[in-house]
């Protein structure tokens, strides 16, 4: 959590500083095109540039709604069950905060990653986003990953020393 806020605000620190808002550089132009751009944007909205009409009911409601997420993903991490868990819960924390601290500090999140797609969904580029965005994004992966894969390994799990007494108080009965 801690090296992804680290790696979120260094990057959009020195986006602002050495880019002006709308400036778009090439990546390496001649390997990839116009496949990759560094973008700067500001963003006052959620994902997608989603916003409400009044900036200031937008900041309020993203800043309450960012402090509810924070509030909700730290309680679910201290019911993390295994170590990919943790991770995710981690990744997801660490973005959250990253755009939380942009929202408090600036009003807007500040995007810069630039990347062209094969025309799905009538995008001909996918939405500009940063390195928060991209840790909640891999964490969410992540959950999916426990939920899919990961999930007989749960009901496998050492029963508590409740259940135990139980199911043992159960077996002397039926003796």
């Keep these: 959590m801690g090296i992804i806020i680290i790696l979120d605000q260094a990057s959009k620190i020195?986006?602002?500083a050495f880019t002006?808002?709308?400036q778009s550089i090439p990546i390496l132009q001649s390997v990839f095109g116009d496949t990759f751009r560094f973008t700067h944007l500001q963003n006052p909205g959620a994902?997608?540039?989603?916003s409400l009409s009044n900036p200031v009911v937008n900041r309020i409601f993203f800043i309450a709604a960012s402090v509810f997420a924070v509030?909700?993903?730290i309680y679910l991490?201290?019911?993390a069950i295994h170590r990919l868990q943790v991770w995710a819960f981690g990744l997801i924390l660490g973005g959250a905060i990253g755009n939380l601290i942009d929202r408090i500090l600036i009003g807007t999140v500040?995007?810069?990653v630039d990347v062209d797609i094969p025309d799905m969904l009538g995008m001909t580029r996918f939405p500009v986003f940063n390195v928060a965005d991209s840790a909640i994004f891999i964490g969410m992966v992540l959950l999916i990953i426990?939920?899919?894969f990961?999930?007989?390994?749960?009901?496998?799990?050492?029963?508590?020393?409740?259940?135990?007494?139980?199911?043992?108080k159960q077996g002397v009965i039926d003796e």
């Design 110 to 112: 500040t995007d810069f």
């Design 47 to 50: 994902a997608f540039s989603i």
């Design 150 to 168: 990961l999930k007989d390994e749960r009901q496998q799990q050492p029963l508590s020393i409740e259940e135990e007494d139980s199911i043992s």
């Design 77 to 79: 991490l201290f019911r």
């Design 14 to 16: 020195l986006t602002r």
């Design 146 to 148: 426990d939920i899919i």
């Design 20 to 22: 002006y808002e709308g």
């Design 71 to 73: 509030a909700f993903i």
